[in-house]
């Protein structure tokens, strides 16, 4: 271990010791590696050639539709607002033609989950849709009435569909995006539709028979004080959704709400009042017999969400579309990626091109993990779940869990967040609300370094 290793380590320890106090918040992690710590790949490799190394048995699946109506002032995600018929239709052609190449080859490989995510795939049609499902149902025969198959969407965006239809296509879980029912809150964050179609949107899920629903909200967004949380956490309760998904707001440089704060036009909300609001959420949803999943998520179900779960249990995951992230062991991949306008139209072109050609896909773009980075991978994020398995660890890794990570462990336990019974590391209360600064403590050198230098475009 060399030095710049320790003092990253330090940094994050400090970090770990600010958060403790209410005075950092680091943004919470949804993979590892992130991706802006992806670049472009030079592996020579193709897809196929990626996935013909990855003995894995099973499988889930990504499907990112880049579409949306608006650009909420907060999202930095893959999507474009100008697009047509026309566009989106010879869109729905590329993916199905990625789908029907069977880029992870001939292995029969158990799906055990499908993810529509975006963008608002809830803006494709019933036949796109469709059509998207019967190629997927082709090349992926496994898919059946059990695979957990999710939609995310925003209420709008659902309002104009038929849900029915969507059930009968074999979607059984929604994701909808609400953010917050205070309609103040909701006009800041650019979306042009009243909170007064939440509620009939709601009732037409469960009219539908979509049984499993989960709600995002996110906190601080623009100067919200506490009633305006108070007031959306019990107006989505009232709802009685299966899963709840509670973000803290994430600022990045290429958003408009950057831009916002930085003219002074949106407040800003400062780590402490962040805190706080998470801490009311935590206990009206435990006291509202919610069962905490990670830092963000809460649920009565089961499993809140079973893609996140099993591919942070080391489930490989196949992206198709432009901006969809791929996982095989050994490389994550994923077409290159960008918020401005042009550039985001110009990767999405490039896409069509390349999956209605006749080539074969190269991986551009991504990063190849190391088995260091595997195990970390591991660490992190089986983390924010919870729980550390030191037996799966040993299964995947042939190491010692407690051993390898035991600075890490350490410190976990010394300040509370962690407790450790034979092989098994859970997180106390205080460890999930510390799980962003907790998993930095993981990151190797070059992750961090490479996720600090990323310049976003
Ligand atoms: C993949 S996103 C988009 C879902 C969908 N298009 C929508 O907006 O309803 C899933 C969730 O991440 C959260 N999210 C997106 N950008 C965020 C940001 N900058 N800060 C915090 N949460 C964010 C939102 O709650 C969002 O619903
Ligand atoms: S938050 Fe959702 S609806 Fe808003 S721009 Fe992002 S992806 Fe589109």
Redesign the pocket.
């Known amino acids: 271990m060399n030095n710049t290793r320790n003092e990253q380590y330090q940094i994050a320890l400090d970090e770990l010791d600010l958060a403790l106090k209410g005075d950092f918040l680091p943004t919470y992690i949804y993979s590892y590696p992130p991706k802006r710590s992806y670049r472009e790949l030079d592996l020579g490799t193709t897809v196929r050639e990626l996935w013909a190394n990855d003995h894995s048995d099973e499988i889930n699946i990504y499907l990112h539709i880049p579409f949306?109506r608006?650009?909420?002032t907060f999202?930095t995600?893959f999507?474009t607002t100008r697009h047509d018929d026309a566009e989106r239709d010879r869109y729905v052609d590329a993916l199905v033609a990625q789908i029907r190449r069977r880029p992870t080859g001939d292995r029969e490989r158990f799906v055990k989950s499908v993810y529509f995510g975006?963008?608002?795939p809830a803006l494709l049609t019933p036949s796109q849709f469709d059509r998207i499902m019967a190629a997927l149902r082709e090349s992926f025969p496994s898919i059946s009435s059990d695979t957990e198959v999710t939609m995310e969407g925003?209420p709008d965006a659902f309002a104009a569909m038929d849900l029915a239809v969507l059930r009968g296509a074999g979607v059984n879980r929604l994701s909808i995006?609400l953010q917050t029912l205070d309609p103040e809150q909701l006009r800041r964050s650019g979306r042009p539709y009243s909170t007064d179609i939440v509620a009939p949107v709601i009732k037409a899920v469960a009219a539908a028979g979509i049984n499993h629903l989960n709600l995002d909200l996110i906190y601080g967004m623009s100067g919200e004080g506490v009633q305006s949380w108070v007031d959306s956490l019990e107006g989505v309760l009232d709802f009685s959704p299966t899963t709840l998904s509670l973000y803290p707001v994430v600022v990045r440089p290429e958003s408009t709400l950057d831009r916002l704060r930085q003219n002074g036009r949106a407040a800003e909300t400062p780590e402490k009042s962040l805190y706080e609001l998470y801490d009311i959420a935590e206990a009206i949803l435990t006291s509202r017999g919610y069962r905490q999943e990670s830092f963000t998520r809460f649920t009565k179900a089961a499993s809140g969400y079973l893609q996140e779960e099993s591919d942070f249990s080391g489930t490989p995951l196949i992206g198709f579309g432009a901006g969809a992230r791929s996982y095989t062991s050994e490389v994550h991949y994923s077409t290159d990626y960008a918020v401005a306008r042009k550039e985001t139209s110009d990767i999405i072109a490039a896409y069509i091109e390349c999956q209605l050609g006749k080539g074969e896909e190269l991986a551009t773009h991504g990063i190849a993990l190391t088995k260091e980075e595997r195990q970390r991978r591991f660490a992190i994020l089986n983390m924010t779940l919870g729980r550390m398995c030191g037996d799966r660890y040993r299964s995947l890794f042939g190491g010692d869990l407690r051993a390898d990570f035991a600075r890490e462990l350490d410190a976990m336990i010394v300040r509370g967040c962690a407790t450790i019974d034979g092989e098994t590391v859970r997180l106390t209360s205080k460890g999930y609300k510390m799980s962003s600064a907790i998993g930095k403590l993981f990151f190797t050198g070059r992750v961090e370094a490479l996720e600090r230098a990323y310049v976003g475009r």
């Open positions: 949306c608006y650009r909420c999202c995600l999507l975006g963008g608002t925003t995006g």
